[in-house]
Nanobody, 124 residues
Framework: QVQLVESGGGLVQAGGSLRLSCAPSGRTFSGYGMGWFRQAPGKEREFVATISWSGDSTYYADSVKGRFTISRDNAKNTVYLQMNSLKPEDTAVYYC?????????????????WGQGTQVTVSS
């Protein structure tokens, strides 16, 4: 069983930055793509960003492209989401997930383990 633990969420003013981290408990990310998703109140969970196992391939939702950066440190077994120029519409619970696809994926069905989520709130 893989448990993913997110951290780094919080309250920030519009235009500010946050960095989310995700690490597994008891297992590694070895050989797996990773992704970040988010769910705002009253909305369905949506794709944010994904990264390949090697880290050389990334893909972003249009809504965050140019503002968010996904990265990973396989030596530290950690995945990050750097969020800059935050907007109130970025307010959501952010989830880290492990992809069954080596290169990562934007499809939720391609993910087998999910974290509990971390709250990000952006005030205007």
């Amino acid at each position: 069983q893989v448990q993913l633990v997110e951290s780094g969420g919080g309250l920030v003013q519009a235009g500010g930055s946050l960095r989310l981290s995700c690490a597994p408990s008891g297992r590694t990310f070895s050989g797996y793509g990773m992704g970040w998703f988010r769910q705002a109140p009253g909305k369905e969970r949506e794709f944010v960003a994904t990264i390949s196992w090697s880290g050389d391939s990334t893909y972003y939702a249009d809504s965050v492209k140019g503002r968010f950066t996904i990265s990973r440190d396989n030596a530290k077994n950690t995945v990050y989401l750097q969020m800059n120029s935050l907007k109130p519409e970025d307010t959501a619970v952010y989830y880290c997930a492990r992809s069954t696809v080596y290169s990562g994926s934007y499809r939720q069905g391609d993910y087998d383990y999910w974290g509990q989520g971390t709250q990000v709130t952006v005030s205007s």
